[in-house]
């Protein structure tokens, strides 16, 4: 799988997060570039496409963020719903 790691500043807006995507997407890069305006996120990329029951479960809802505690966040997003997100 193909993982991508942002280092993190505040433990407060870092929980563990996995960004479900693919390469070519372009909505995924909109999702990365509001993660980078964001800031002081943890998270690690994980292609999709490398694992069927991935593709079967998130195929249809990428760009896909799940914390540890297994809430998940679909696009669409903003910043706002993303904040928050990563408050709770």
């Known amino acids: 799988m193909n993982h991508t790691a942002i280092s993190a500043q505040s433990?407060?807006?870092n929980p563990e997060l996995q960004f479900y995507g693919?390469?070519?997407c372009h909505l995924c890069d909109e999702a990365?570039?509001?993660l980078e305006a964001i800031g002081n996120v943890t998270w690690h990329?994980?292609?999709i496409a490398d694992d069927?029951?991935?593709l079967a479960r998130y195929g249809t809802r990428i760009p896909v963020?799940?914390?540890s505690d297994g809430r998940e966040i679909g696009w669409p997003f903003g910043t706002t719903e993303l904040t928050a997100f990563l408050k709770r």
């Open 45 to 47: 990329k994980i292609d």
């Open 22 to 24: 693919t390469s070519g």
């Open 32 to 34: 990365i570039a509001l």
């Open 65 to 67: 963020l799940a914390r």
């Open 11 to 13: 433990p407060a807006m």
């Open 52 to 54: 069927d029951a991935l």
